[in-house]
């Protein structure tokens, strides 16, 4: 089977990619897809959530542990390092303004959704290859202060890692000029402490969240989408 690959960026794109492909790739790496990577990979679920209004309510509901932002520092937060320790079977709601609200949106999509990042570029390449004949990689983006989509560096070459992963496997991956772009944007990649969103998170003392986004294929886990929560493929 050939598996063509697509690259849309946000949540527009989700909406366009859902019209011709069977499957997204949700790319957030700072930090959505590699905190849901990391937790997924240790055995906990991850429901996306839209907003915070009513995410602790449904924490209480189903008995999930709501996961905060970063400036909380401890318990579960949206720092990939403070999820190194889930629980297996552990429950969690993680509200965030980029990956979550585009996975909370393609809940109704009726598409196969997945959870992509540099660290589980391979596990997710080797997984949607051959099993899909249409494939959609739609990177976040960050926001700027009018809330327009603000293209970013850490989620090109983040949806690069998975192009270049899904490249190498062969003959049978049709990509995009898009897409190429990405792959070659990862192959070629420079540090995320050297692009904005990486050097904030530093100078606010989470560095270690960055050096888990940037390491490749370190888990093998590929988180789908399946009854409104990320769980690991079978």
Not at 60 to 79: F, K, P, Q, W
Not at 126 to 146: I, M
Not at 193 to 210: H, K, M, N
Request: with cysteine; hydrophobic share 45%.
């Amino acid at each position: 089977m050939t598996t063509e690959v697509r690259l849309e960026w946000g949540p527009q794109g989700l909406r366009m990619l859902s019209e011709t492909c069977e499957c997204v790739v949700i790319v957030d790496v700072l930090s959505f897809s590699t905190s849901v990577a990391v937790a997924v990979g240790r055995g906990a679920a991850v429901w996306p959530h839209s907003g915070h209004e009513r995410a602790e309510e449904l924490a209480r509901a189903i008995g999930a542990t709501l996961v905060r932002g970063r400036n909380m520092r401890e318990g579960r937060t949206l720092s990939p390092a403070s999820l190194l320790e889930v629980d297996d079977g552990e429950r969690l709601i993680m509200p965030s303004d980029n990956g979550s609200v585009i996975s909370h949106a393609a809940l109704m999509s009726g598409l196969t959704v997945v959870a992509g990042a540099m660290r589980n570029a391979q596990a997710v390449a080797a997984w949607v290859t051959g099993r899909f004949t249409t494939v959609g990689l739609v990177p976040a983006g960050e926001q700027w202060p009018d809330g327009a989509l603000r293209v970013c560096y850490e989620d090109l070459v983040g949806a690069g890692a998975i192009a270049a992963r899904m490249r190498d496997l062969g003959d049978g991956v049709v990509m995009h000029p898009e897409v190429m772009a990405a792959a070659s944007a990862f192959d070629s990649r420079s540090s995320l402490t050297e692009v904005p969103s990486g050097q904030d998170l530093v100078e606010r003392g989470f560095v270690e969240d960055v050096r888990l986004a940037e390491e490749v294929d370190a888990d093998d886990v590929v988180p789908i989408l399946k009854n409104g929560r990320y769980v690991a493929a079978e």
